[in-house]
């Protein structure tokens, strides 16, 4: 009886020592089993044990940021899937719906969140940013009205943003190839 009593001890200790899976981890394991992810996204794990921080690489192949290579950084809060994750853009890019800080004007990511929404719809939803900016709900209002009152111009500062031009006094970042 009394080594009964010492094993339990031995694995309750055990059981403590190891942390617990919290509801978040095991809905983003979930989420992340059923990815169906196309060639032009990929994700990136920094600390494989910790699947709530990781990133997205974006590499568009069609539309006006096609070669472009864009990285957003995940962090999924214990909330979740009740909570949306914050998404950053980790570099400046010129789009009406991506601020010079990184932040990511995406619907589902704000007052469209519901919990039944996944990964996979926050990373196709960025990925259709790309295909359709949105210059109606913008976040950078200065692309936004370029896009909106000459296309060709908001185009060409796309292109030359993309390769690490300055437009407007603010530096980019060359995201080709």
């Known amino acids: 009886m009394l080594k009964i009593w010492s094993m339990k001890k031995n694995e309750d200790a055990v059981a403590k020592k190891k942390p617990k899976t919290s509801a978040a ?17 990929k994700t990136h794990f920094p600390d494989p044990n910790d699947l709530l921080n990781f990133t997205l690489t ?15 950084s995940f962090a999924i809060n214990t909330n979740y899937p009740h909570e949306p994750p914050k998404v950053k853009c980790t570099q400046t890019i010129y789009h009406p719906n ?6 990511v004007c995406l619907n589902i990511l704000r007052e469209d969140w519901k919990p039944v929404l996944n990964l996979n719809s926050v990373m196709v939803g960025l990925q259709y940013l790309f295909l359709e900016p949105n210059a109606d709900d913008p976040l950078n209002k200065d692309a936004a009205q370029e896009l909106i009152k000459n296309r060709e111009h908001f185009l060409s500062n796309v292109k030359q943003s993309m390769r690490g031009y300055n437009i407007k006094g603010v530096q980019y970042q060359n995201v080709m190839g």
């Open 25 to 41: 981890q095991i809905r983003v394991q979930k989420d992340l089993t059923e990815l169906d992810l196309p060639d032009t996204m």
């Open 98 to 103: 991506v601020d010079l800080e990184g932040n």
């Open 58 to 72: 974006i590499t568009p192949d069609d539309g006006m940021y096609k070669g472009g290579s864009f990285v957003f």
